[in-house]
């Protein structure tokens, strides 16, 4: 594998409880059915989920810090997804290590990873400290998860400052969990505004789905089995994104059809 | 204003929530982005316009200073409304030798706006 090649993305979002992790789930997997050899990265040392996401968690026998440590081969620490062969996670260490963990030890690790794959996603943990730093380094280019909320945009826009510091780049946007209707009744930023106050580019918009909810109880991702989800579909496409595939973003408006949504498509119309 | 905008004005509810947010935010990444706490920005105030009132007489009630954010950049944004220009020629101070041509004293009033812009890398 030309490791020259090979995208380290780092996915962070500064606030906590955004979506990164769903979105490093099912990212990892979409891409990995699109036939790109995949690995995911548990950045957050100190509160891990990524194994449990997946489903994996049962399947952990070494982590970042055995590999790090020289005491286990990195392949002997990577747990390969069941359903999707082409994925494989590197747990995240013990809390613990966040006391001696560096930059550079990240960057080794991901070097170590583009060996044989394609595509390396960073699960970045939340804040702008430590972790965060290291998990930076480990990346070359950044998406930024928000909601269109006013904590979630001010704490993106903070993580974006550190990223244009770092030289990181290029920086795409996800928007997720976003309420068509609420956007539509104008009580909810709308997709414009978040992508003007961010000045990024949208690489993806994730509709607000319970789906998600159910597909983390399994462990088992949306895009895992294709479901016709809102979510699901809104992942695969940043996946084909990234990829290279243009494929057009949808409308949040044209997500709701009849009197009551055309009613609030003329309630936004601008009278002076 | 947006038709529902002026239908919640009509019926004396509480405009939609999403402009609120938007102008908060703005104002709040402005202050973020270029990392001058109000104090500061306070002082700052002062500073400009008293340099500014050396030359020209300012109307201090409409003066209006803010940090204002587009595309990643923030710009300070001074509009300072001139009622007269100084008669005569400011002294040239020891610290500050350089004297502006006084701009001609007019009967109407008129505006000096100054733009700060600097592209925040924090």
Redesign the interface.
């Known amino acids: 594998m030309a490791a020259a090649s090979t995208r380290y993305i780092l996915i962070c979002s500064g606030k906590g409880g955004v979506g990164k992790t769903t979105l490093t789930a099912n990212l990892g997997i979409a891409l990995a059915k699109q036939g790109a050899k995949t690995a995911v990265l548990d950045a957050d040392f100190g509160l891990r989920n990524l194994d449990l996401l997946l489903g994996l968690e049962n399947r952990i026998v070494y982590t970042a810090q055995e590999v790090l440590a020289g005491s286990c081969r990195l392949e002997q620490a990577l747990v390969k997804h069941k359903q999707e062969p082409n994925l494989a996670l590197l747990p995240a260490g013990n809390p613990r290590m966040l006391e001696w963990l560096t930059p550079e030890d990240m960057g080794k690790i991901a070097t170590m990873l583009g060996d044989s794959f394609d595509y390396v996603l960073i699960d970045a943990p939340a804040g702008i400290e430590g972790g965060f730093k290291n998990a930076m380094a480990a990346a070359k280019e950044a998406i930024v998860v928000t909601t269109p909320e006013v904590s979630a945009v001010r704490d993106a826009d903070r993580v974006i400052g550190l990223l244009n510091t770092e030289g990181v780049k290029p920086i795409q946007l996800v928007l997720n969990r976003v309420r068509p209707k609420m956007m539509a009744n104008q009580e909810m930023l709308s997709v414009g505004d978040v992508t003007d106050i961010l000045a990024l580019p949208l690489l993806g918009l994730v509709l607000e789905d319970e789906q998600v909810i159910v597909s983390t109880n399994r462990g088992e991702p949306l895009t895992l089995n294709g479901t016709k989800s809102p979510a699901a579909r809104a992942y695969t496409n940043v996946a084909k994104r990234l990829l290279g595939e243009e494929v057009p973003l949808i409308d949040p408006s044209k997500e709701r059809q009849g009197l009551r949504a055309k009613l609030g498509r003329l309630m936004q119309t601008k009278i002076f | ?4 905008d ?2 919640n004005k009509l019926l004396g509810r509480q405009p ?4 609120t ?2 102008q ?3 104002l ?2 402005a202050h ?2 270029s990392d001058l706490n109000p104090e500061l920005l306070q002082q700052m105030r002062r500073e400009i316009l008293e340099v500014v009132s050396r030359y020209v007489e300012i109307d201090l009630e409409e003066v209006d200073m803010s940090l204002e954010t587009e ?2 950049v923030t710009a300070l944004v001074a509009n300072l409304p001139i009622k007269r220009a100084k008669a005569l020629p400011v002294q040239a101070q020891a610290d500050q030798p350089i004297t502006p041509e006084a701009p001609e004293a007019s009967e109407e009033s008129t505006e000096f706006s100054a733009k700060i812009s600097s592209t ?3």
Do not use: E, G
């Open positions: 204003m947006t038709l529902r002026a239908i939609a929530s999403a402009n947010a938007k908060r935010l703005q709040v990444l973020d982005r595309d990643r925040t890398s924090l």
